[in-house]
């Protein structure tokens, strides 16, 4: 049972454009909500989380923008640069202790074109 | 700041031996991780651990066990190699939900 699905698989977009990557998720005990990112050849890093409390949260030309009702939350990477390109995980994780486990989308390889 | 150090980096085994795989970390916290990295597949967790001696099973723990016996240290255990095995697995450890990751042990199974 997939619990967090992500798409699209691959985004290829040019620089300055608007990437929009998309999750949805079934589990409505699910509070918080990280996307990473994973550079080839490292290991993945969270680049920024939001919790239900808000609908949106950015960070520089990252967002997060989620919709309780439909489940659904999508990572919109504005002004998008070459150096934005990497794979993009979702994620999704109940509160504490044995909730903690964080469950991944199977990710979206970006590209971004000069 | 601190490191995650997963031993060994590439791990060479033939079909049906067992083989462990070791992480330790120093950021002193309780939850440790497991998972899984195929192309394509994502990242799936096999076991986490909240504390010391503590073992939980995510959704790949079939043909794995895992150990906890020190705070710090987090072992994984594949018990019988299989080719279809090869991947990367990826020990993390978490504080406030947010994860960080070790660098990888690549299994090869010949």
């Known amino acids: 049972q997939q619990q967090v699905r992500q798409s699209p698989q691959s985004l290829t977009v040019w620089e300055g454009e608007t990437a929009i990557l998309n999750c949805s998720y079934e589990?409505?005990?699910?509070?918080?909500f990280p996307w990473y990112h994973q550079f080839p050849g490292e290991s993945p890093a969270l680049l920024i989380a939001i919790r239900p409390v808000s609908n949106k949260k950015e960070d520089g030309r990252f967002t997060i923008f989620f919709n309780k009702r439909e489940k659904k939350f999508s990572l919109h990477i504005a002004d998008s640069q070459p150096g934005d390109s990497a794979t993009y995980f979702c994620?999704?994780?109940?509160?504490?202790?044995?909730?903690?486990?964080?469950?991944f989308g199977k990710g979206t390889k970006l590209s971004v074109k000069s | 700041g601190g490191i995650i150090t997963q031993t060994p980096k590439f791990l060479i085994g033939q079909e049906g031996q067992k083989l462990t795989l070791k992480c330790q970390q120093n950021?002193?916290?309780?939850?440790m991780y497991w998972y899984r990295q195929d192309s394509g597949k994502g990242l799936r967790l096999i076991y986490y651990?909240?504390?010391?001696?503590?073992?939980q099973k995510g959704d790949l723990s079939e043909g794995y066990d895992a150990s906890r016996e020190k705070k710090s240290s987090f072992s994984l255990t594949v018990t019988s190699a299989q080719k279809n095995e090869m991947a990367v697995f990826l020990c993390?450890?978490?504080?406030?939900?947010?994860?960080?990751f070790g660098e990888g042990s690549r299994l090869i199974v010949v």
């Open positions: 589990d409505s005990t699910f509070d918080y």
């Open positions: 651990s909240i504390t010391e001696n503590d073992l």
């Open positions: 994620a999704a994780s109940g509160r504490g202790g044995s909730n903690a486990k964080l469950t």
């Open positions: 993390a450890s978490s504080i406030s939900n947010t994860l960080y």
């Open positions: 950021f002193n916290h309780d939850t």
